[in-house]
């Protein structure tokens, strides 16, 4: 079976629905991000502005200006791992289909040069391209799910290019 890749909407899988698949390890890194940031993090720039109104006149103070930013900066990334944890969905093992590609899969693939790669498809929270972890939300990820051993996948890479892959396994990945 050959499929063509399908064109994932505007703001991604995540505009059309609002669920965040994770493993629990995925999870737990956001949950321990998260209160790092806010323990750890909202003391150091809180310290950071204090110390920069003591300079005097705010008008003219670059250290207060970049003290604010970074607060701004923090609070909007705190605010979008609560969104997060708060859309998350712990992927279980149990749920994984061994012998379809989805989130979760351990999937080994061959181009049509006979080069394999190997990968862990993951929500896009946990994608790590260098360590052979891509996110579902990702070109060569989305256009592998639902396929399973044998099926031959076309994808459009965001270069323009279009590579066929063949599934040569699919497993459950170590999650």
């Given amino acids: 079976m ?3 890749a399908g064109r994932i909407p505007e703001g991604g899988l995540r505009a059309l629905n609002k669920e965040i698949v994770m493993t629990k390890s995925g999870y737990a890194a956001v949950e321990a991000e998260l209160e790092q940031l806010k323990t750890v993090k ?3 720039v809180a310290e950071k502005i204090k110390v920069a109104r003591g300079y005097g006149d705010l008008s003219e103070n670059s250290e207060y200006d970049e003290a604010k930013n ?4 923090l609070e909007s990334r705190i605010a979008e791992l609560e969104k997060m944890l708060k859309h998350a ?5 149990t749920e994984i289909d061994s012998s379809v590609v989805s989130v ?3 999937v080994k693939i061959q181009d049509e040069d006979g080069d394999t790669d190997e990968y862990d498809i993951t929500g896009s929270t946990e994608a790590d391209p260098l360590n052979g972890r891509i996110s579902d939300e990702s070109p060569v990820g989305a256009a592998l799910l639902g ?12 270069t323009g290019a279009v590579v066929m ?7 459950r990945a170590d999650i």
């Avoid at 970074?70 to 900066?73: A, K, V």
């Avoid at 396929?147 to 965001?158: C, N, R």
């Avoid at 892959?165 to 497993?171: A, H, K, T």
């Fill in 2 to 4: 050959v499929a063509q």
């Fill in 42 to 44: 909202r003391k150091e």
């Fill in 70 to 73: 970074e607060q701004g900066m």
């Fill in 89 to 93: 969905r712990v992927l279980d093992s």
């Fill in 104 to 106: 979760g899969s351990h």
């Fill in 147 to 158: 396929h399973s051993a044998g099926d031959k996948v076309e994808i459009t890479l965001p």
């Fill in 165 to 171: 892959y063949e599934v040569l396994e699919v497993g």
